[in-house]
């Protein structure tokens, strides 16, 4: 139960800390958004305050301008109770300090300065004189009326991520749940969650990836088992002669013990033929592809499979030319199709017909003989490795050829599978694309 205590206990923190990230991330990147729309409100506001100023700059200027300089500074203080605020008459050179300004109040642009009290004063040059008019002025509340606003969005904002991230962090917990459990061999995890979430791809590919992986399992001990039973045979086989070398050593006895050993190391390497094979073609990822002539390939095909006693029949549609190619890799798409026809050959009684035809741009090919058929044989085991059907009409093989077969066709985007033909026995149908 520790590790069950763990796992969840690890998920909490985990969901925690993204969960404080995320929304720390946010209320940064927020903050970052309000301050930038303040500094532009505040801008708008510090405009508005000026454009409602500029009437008494020039009124005052305008008054001023009919009067020697030597008398504004008791004309400004006559003038403040009309205005209703202090109007203050400072010297142009009291802003040399700084060049930006007094370029500023020069061009004849007002000037908004900020004291240590952030209060706000507006200046302007009177005229082309050496003076320079001051307002006191005030911003807008415009920024701290809305102050509530942001702590309620925050705080919806948390609401929603907990509501919509909870599940999604539920569902990956369950995905690490399902991760740990096939890990340590549990092919039936899985990991169900709604079609409608964002996580439903990524668990349909884990669940088809642990399927595969059972049915990969499934065939390693299938293939285990087969090729312990295979091996034993011949061996035993071997082992019984041995016995009988030793128990009768007269020459015609050895010989036929000597031939009888020699058979079964044949058997042997034929045997391991096949498993080579099988292995090759599963560890090849893609075959190297070519134009092959479809006439061609399938008369070369019958023409070496020729038995005594069987009528082997080749038929082509008329659909099927000499111009006519298949994109395939040549070898390994005979090796496919002759070990299906071996198989059919090794069944029939009297007749086995291969027929082609062209159907949606793929390559059709039957191959049917007029054996005992399958019968009540699971078709989708027909394809595993080492599965026979039945030994007592069967000529040779070890239940490989198919499965290398169907190996190969899907390798080339084709379909291998059972079909009903017009002899009574199993039929094969090979469905290959042509480009």
């Not at 006559?78 to 700084?98: E, G, I, N, R, Y």
């Not at 034993?232 to 002669?241: C, G, N």
């Amino acid at each position: 139960m520790a590790r069950p205590v763990q796992a969840a206990q690890f998920s909490n923190r985990l969901f925690t800390r993204f969960y404080v990230v995320l929304v720390a991330t946010l209320i940064i990147i927020s903050s970052g958004i309000e301050y930038v729309l303040n500094r532009m409100d505040e801008a708008d506001a510090l405009d508005q305050t000026i454009q409602s100023h500029q009437p008494i700059f020039s009124l005052v200027g305008q008054l001023l301008a009919d009067q020697e300089a030597n008398v504004w500074d008791q004309s400004v203080m006559a003038l403040q109770p009309q205005f209703q605020q202090p109007l203050l008459l400072v010297s142009l050179a009291d802003f040399a300090a700084d060049q930006s300004t007094l370029t500023t109040l020069q061009s004849g642009q007002v000037l908004a300065l900020f004291d240590a009290s952030d209060n706000l004063t507006l200046y302007r040059r009177l005229g082309d004189s050496d003076r320079v008019l001051g307002l006191p002025a005030n911003l807008p509340e415009v920024i701290d009326q809305r102050s509530w606003v942001l702590p309620v969005f925050y705080a919806l904002l948390a609401l929603v991520l907990f509501v919509l991230i909870r599940p999604f962090a539920r569902q990956l917990i369950q995905l690490k749940q399902a991760a740990l459990d096939l890990g340590s061999g549990d092919f039936t995890a899985r990991v169900e969650v709604p079609a409608s979430t964002t996580l439903a791809p990524i668990a349909d590919a884990f669940n088809a990836m642990t399927l595969k992986i059972k049915r990969l399992m499934q065939t390693q001990r299938d293939l285990v088992n087969a090729v312990s039973h295979e091996l034993r045979t011949p061996l035993a086989r071997m082992k019984f002669s041995f016995e009988e070398l030793s128990m009768n050593p007269d020459a015609e006895q050895v010989k036929q013990s000597v031939a009888a050993m020699r058979d079964d190391v044949k058997e042997l390497e034929q045997l391991i033929d096949e498993m080579l094979r099988y292995a090759e073609v599963n560890q090849i990822k893609a075959f190297a592809m070519k134009a092959v002539g479809i006439q061609g390939l399938l008369e070369d095909l019958v023409a070496s499979h020729h038995q005594p006693g069987i009528d082997l029949q080749l038929h082509m549609a008329d659909d099927i030319d000499e111009d006519h190619e298949l994109m395939c890799h040549e070898l390994s798409v005979i090796r496919a199709l002759s070990n299906v026809l071996r198989n059919a050959l090794s069944f029939a009684q009297q007749q086995c017909v291969v027929s082609a035809h062209l159907a949606s741009g793929a390559l059709v090919i039957e191959i049917n003989d007029d054996g005992p058929g399958l019968g009540e044989v699971n078709t989708e085991r027909l394809f595993e490795p080492f599965f026979r059907v039945s030994q007592a009409q069967r000529k040779s093989g070890y239940g490989l050829g198919l499965s290398i077969a169907h190996t190969i066709t899907q390798k080339h985007q084709g379909h291998l599978q059972v079909a009903t033909g017009q002899l009574p026995g199993a039929c094969f149908r090979f469905t290959l694309p042509l480009a």
